[in-house]
C-alpha cells in the first residue's frame, strides 16, 4: 500500500499554471482500490484559468487465468464539485481484457477495454474506450 500527498499540475492549455494538491492512498490487490480523495486548485486562477475541485475513485478486481491472460471489472469514478447538481458525477463501469505477450525479446502487456457510463453530466458521452501498451521489463 503507498499513501501520502500527490502534486501536479493541470495539463489543459486553459489550465495552464494551475497547481493541484491532493491526499492519496493507493492499494493494490486483488480486489484493488485507488482513490485520489480529492484536487483542489491552489492559489488565484490567472485571467485563463479556473479554480477546480475534483474527486476520483477507482476499484477495481483482477482475475488471472494464468498463461499471461488477465480480465479486469472496474470504474474510474470522477466527481466535479464545481458543477451544478445533476451534472457532478462521471461513473463508468466495464471491464478489460489483457494478454501478456511479447514482440521480439521486448515482453509487453496489451489491454483493450469498453466502459459505459451509468452516470453522466449532460453532454458526456455514453460510452468510453481503453486502450493500454505497458512494456515489462523482468529481472
Known sequence: MRHGPSYGRRAAAADVGC????????EFGVPGQRVDLAHWSIGTPGSDQRNFSLTTLQPFINYNFGHGLAAGFSSQTTRDGDQPDGQQWTVPVGGTI????KIG??????????????????GASEWQLRFQITFLFPE
Open 98 to 101: 489483457s494478454p501478456v505477450l
Open 105 to 122: 525479446h521486448q515482453p509487453l502487456s496489451l489491454a483493450g477495454g469498453a466502459f459505459y457510463n451509468v452516470a453522466r453530466p449532460p
Open 19 to 26: 497547481v493541484t494538491l491532493a491526499p492519496l492512498v493507493e
